[in-house]
């Protein structure tokens, strides 16, 4: 969900840990290939590999992947994955904040 603190909790951790950092796929904006992938028509590898750039770092911060959980830990079975979870209502605040 947007407005739930995630972009900065990536960028503190990778500052922290001094480690390379995606804060969500740029290509994904312009070009989006991820209905395609849940859909099936593509598959993760090819996904990972359009998106090589931000699959290289350390840190990967991007909504969307949380819903191929199975599927990422399949290709990437050393990988290790948060989630990070709001209250509902302080999500909704920010939203309106931010509106």
Do not use: C, W
Request: net charge positive; glycine share 4%.
């Amino acid at each position: 969900m947007q407005k739930a603190g995630t972009s900065a909790v990536a960028h503190l951790l990778g500052e922290r840990t001094a480690s390379t950092t995606t804060v969500d796929f740029f290509d994904e904006v312009y070009d989006p290939v991820y209905p395609r992938l849940v859909r099936g028509e593509i598959s993760t590898r090819e996904y990972v590999l359009r998106n090589r750039l931000d699959f290289s770092r350390d840190i990967i911060k991007e909504p969307n992947l949380t819903l191929l959980y199975r599927q990422l830990l399949e290709h990437f079975p050393a990988a290790r994955f948060v989630f990070v979870v709001r209250d509902p209502r302080d999500n909704i605040r920010s939203l309106l904040n931010h509106v």
